[in-house]
């Protein structure tokens, strides 16, 4: 398959989704999954990680590679990559920059795949990364799974592991729909995503607070039905200075300290991406067209009203000056579940504590 320009929407792609049809269908077959890779100047690591693909135990179906404009040899590679791989290889090549995770989202709507996984062009992927999450699908792949999650071990730019995992997979389990704080994100390069996550919603339209490819699918997975977690790792996680993602080093006790002291600009960010996020699954429910989606979609948009009135309420705390207004502040986070309320709303057990003692400071 030769490189080609930048190309329409997949074509049938809601005629083919089971769960906007709202049908039940079982992987009697070994499901069929695509990788979509995002790729920008990479010459330097992409070989290493186009190697880890081609010696895994269970081969992808397609690889679709979306390229952001590589000045340097990443073309060549990939060309080179495509012209010798056992599995049909796509190279998309964007004629104007859309940033990483536009990028990867363009790129994504072009796999025909049922599961989609997204490949970073710098990581290293062990052997049965891909066979253990087509087990996991099979297995468990009725229609209500959304997203199966894998860990990594972050590694320097040489590749030697640190120890430290993201995320921290204790044992294999899964949680149904809305069981996760509201602005869950985890990592795209950990994700494994159904098809229709990409295919089925208007992911230009995605809210302000949601701009990632990956707070996308985990705002939509987390409304939709369920999240598999499978321990162990999959992956070497390369963190170096030019990564577009960040580098995840580790940072001083002052600076944890740092983070944990921002106040109502935070919260008010906080607020904004919660009410955009409830307004975006009430708008995407009006246009579903089956009853069961739409009432998902309503019903994960109703648990953000909360959620924003916390942050709302806990950027009120953090502004205040007066000892009533921040214990008013406090008990409406208590009254919305903040601090022991649903999953969905529950702050982290420290900030019970931080709140309280913001209140005695003033």
Not at 304 to 319: H, K
């Amino acid at each position: 398959m030769n490189a080609s320009s930048e190309s329409t929407q997949f074509e049938g792609a809601k005629d083919s989704s089971p769960l906007l049809r709202e049908q039940k269908t079982q992987h009697a077959s070994p499901p069929l999954i695509s990788i979509a890779m995002a790729t920008f100047n990479g010459a330097r690591h992409i070989e290493q990680q186009l190697k880890s693909i081609l010696l895994q135990e269970r081969l992808p179906d397609e690889m679709i590679i979306g390229d952001d404009g590589s000045t340097d040899r990443t073309i060549e590679i990939l060309e080179d990559f495509q012209a010798h791989a056992p599995f049909s290889v796509k190279i998309i090549r964007h004629q104007q920059r859309k940033g990483y995770a536009d990028n990867f989202l363009t790129t994504a709507s072009q796999c025909s795949g049922q599961w989609i996984m997204f490949c970073d062009q710098d990581d290293v992927w062990l052997p049965h990364k891909i066979a253990h999450v087509s087990q996991c699908i099979s297995d468990h792949g009725d229609d209500d799974l959304m997203m199966v999650v894998q860990s990594s071990e972050l590694a320097d730019e040489a590749l030697r592991p640190s120890g430290r995992f993201l995320p921290k997979i204790r044992r294999i389990h899964g949680l149904p729909s809305g069981s996760h704080f509201g602005l869950w994100v985890v990592q795209g390069f950990c994700q494994t995503v159904r098809a229709d996550l990409i295919r089925g919603f208007d992911w230009t339209r995605r809210p302000r607070g949601h701009t990632s490819h990956d707070q996308w699918t985990c705002m939509l997975a987390n409304a939709l039905g369920k999240v598999r977690y499978l321990p162990g790792r999959s992956a070497l996680y390369r963190r170096h200075p030019s990564a577009e993602t960040g580098n995840h080093l580790l940072i001083s006790f002052g600076s944890r300290a740092a983070l944990r002291m921002r106040g109502a600009e935070r919260y008010q960010l906080l607020e904004t991406a919660a009410l955009e996020a409830g307004e975006c699954l009430r708008r995407l429910s009006i246009s579903a067209n089956s009853a069961e989606l739409s009432h998902r979609l309503t019903a994960c948009a109703d648990r953000y009203q909360p959620l924003s009135s916390i942050f709302a309420a806990r950027a009120a705390l953090y502004e205040s000056t007066s000892f009533v207004s921040a214990l008013r502040a406090i008990a409406t986070v208590a009254k919305n579940g903040g601090y022991f309320g649903p999953q969905f709303v529950r702050l982290p057990p420290v900030s019970l504590l931080k709140d309280i003692a913001r209140v005695f400071s003033i």
